[in-house]
C-alpha cells in the first residue's frame, strides 16, 4: 500500500513530518509533503532542538522550512524540550547507549505534547530506513502508537543509500552542513556519538565540548561526558590541538 494510499484508508486528518536535520527526514518530509499535496488534511513539520546540537544545525532548518517546506503547504515548527540537554544530564548523568533518557524527555515527548492540539487522526512521518541498523530489520512501513493514539508511518523504509542520494540529487535538496565538517549527528548527546564526530565537533565548534567539560567538573564520581567503549573526557578532547593550531606552530 502506497504513502497516499494508506492515509485515505485510514482516514488520517493531520500528519506531522519529524525533520531532524539529516538526510533521512530531509528526504521523507520532503516525499510526504510531495506525494500528499493535493490532499486535504492538515499537514507539519517540526524540528526538535534537543539543546545539544551543532551550532550550523539551526540555519539550515530554518532555510529548509522557508524554502522547501513551507512552499509544498507544511506548517513548520521549531519544539523544545520542557528541560534542556544540560539540566537533565546534571540530574540524571550524561546518556548512554543502555541508558537513554535523552530520546524520550528531548525528542519525542516535544511532539507528542505537539501533537495532542492537533485534528484526530494523526500519523507521524518518520525517516527510519531498513539499512540503517540491523535492529530496524523488522521495522514495519505503518505502526499504531496505542499510548499516544496516533500512527507512525515510514516511507522511506525500504531505500537504500543510493535511493536516498538520487532522491537528494533530483530534488535539488539542500544538505545540512554537518555532514561536510564530519560531524555524524545532529544530536550531540552522547549516547551514539563516534570519536570521529567528537573531533569534528573539537575542529569546528570547541565551545559544544567547553560546555561537556564544564558539565564534567561538576559530576560528584568525576564522570566523563562520553563513554566510547571507553570513558573519554571532554577536557581532555580539548588539549588535542586541532590541524589549524599544529600548522599555525
Not at 535523552?102 to 505537539?114: E, I, Q, R
Not at 559530576?219 to 566523563?224: D, E, I, L, Y
Request: charged share 30%; proline share 5%.
Amino acid at each position: 500500500m502506497s504513502l497516499r494510499e494508506f492515509i485515505e484508508k485510514h482516514g488520517v486528518k493531520s500528519i506531522l513530518c519529524c525533520f531532524s536535520g539529516g538526510r533521512d527526514s530531509l528526504v521523507s518530509t520532503h516525499y510526504t509533503l510531495v506525494t500528499l499535496k493535493d490532499l486535504d488534511l492538515e499537514k507539519y513539520v517540526c524540528f526538535v532542538d534537543t539543546t545539544v546540537m551543532p551550532p550550523c544545525i539551526y540555519p539550515y532548518v530554518n532555510m529548509v522550512f522557508e524554502r522547501i517546506f513551507k512552499p509544498l503547504g507544511g506548517e513548520c515548527h521549531i519544539l523544545k524540550p520542557e528541560k534542556s540537554f544540560w539540566e537533565l544530564a546534571r540530574e540524571w548523568g550524561v546518556p548512554q547507549k543502555n541508558r537513554r533518557y535523552c530520546c524520550y524527555h528531548l525528542k519525542l515527548k516535544p511532539l507528542y505534547d505537539f501533537t495532542s492540539h492537533l485534528k484526530p487522526r494523526v500519523a507521524h512521518i518518520l525517516g527510519l530506513r531498513k539499512t540503517e541498523s540491523m535492529r530496524r530489520i523488522n521495522f514495519k512501513f505503518a505502526y499504531w502508537d496505542q499510548k499516544h493514539k496516533i500512527w507512525k508511518l515510514n516511507p522511506i523504509l525500504e531505500w537504500n543509500d543510493q535511493d536516498v542520494e538520487r532522491y537528494i540529487r533530483e530534488n535539488n535538496l539542500p544538505i545540512s552542513p554537518h555532514y561536510k565538517m564530519g560531524i555524524q549527528e545532529t544530536c550531540i548527546c552522547g549516547a551514539f556519538t563516534t570519536k570521529k564526530t567528537l573531533e569534528a565537533i573539537r575542529a569546528h565548534y570547541p565551545e559544544l565540548l567547553e560546555k561537556f567539560a564544564s558539565l564534567e567538573g561538576e559530576f560528584r564520581n568525576k564522570g566523563s561526558a562520553f563513554y566510547i567503549g571507553k570513558r573519554i573526557y571532554a577536557k581532555e578532547l580539548l588539549k588535542q590541538k586541532t590541524l589549524d593550531e599544529t600548522l599555525k606552530h
